[in-house]
């Protein structure tokens, strides 16, 4: 449910599509969530799974000469630019397609 705790909020989310056409045909109501404070519960299940996220999570966990160099931080902006490397070749094939 992360993704729907998101929506109505101002920001811009690009779920898979396949995803997104679940969440249109569904009855989760469009409401801005984002300001609910996340369980206390789950908070700790995360940090104590995660190590990472309690670093991400902590104020003081990350300095912000550590981020560049995070292990998250460098997954995510791989993953964003291995996406747009794919839509490239999607559009690519599309307007030249292989002889």
């Given at each position: 449910?992360?993704?729907?705790?998101?929506?109505?909020?101002?920001?811009?989310?690009?779920?898979?599509?396949?995803?997104?056409?679940?969440?249109?045909?569904?009855?989760?109501?469009?409401?801005?969530?984002?300001?609910?404070?996340?369980r206390a519960r789950v908070v700790e299940e995360?940090?104590?799974?995660?190590p990472d996220f309690h670093r991400a999570y902590?104020?003081?966990?990350?300095?912000?000469?550590?981020?560049?160099?995070?292990?998250?931080t460098r997954r995510t902006l791989r993953q964003?630019?291995?996406?747009?490397?794919?839509?490239?070749?999607?559009?690519?094939?599309?307007?030249?397609?292989?002889?």
């Amino acid at each position: 449910m992360h993704v729907c705790e998101l929506i109505g909020s101002d920001m811009v989310i690009s779920p898979p599509y396949s995803r997104q056409v679940r969440f249109n045909a569904s009855d989760i109501e469009v409401r801005s969530r984002i300001d609910e404070p996340v369980r206390a519960r789950v908070v700790e299940e995360l940090e104590k799974k995660f190590p990472d996220f309690h670093r991400a999570y902590t104020e003081s966990g990350l300095s912000i000469a550590e981020f560049d160099s995070f292990g998250p931080t460098r997954r995510t902006l791989r993953q964003f630019i291995g996406a747009c490397h794919d839509l490239d070749g999607l559009v690519r094939d599309f307007l030249i397609p292989e002889p």
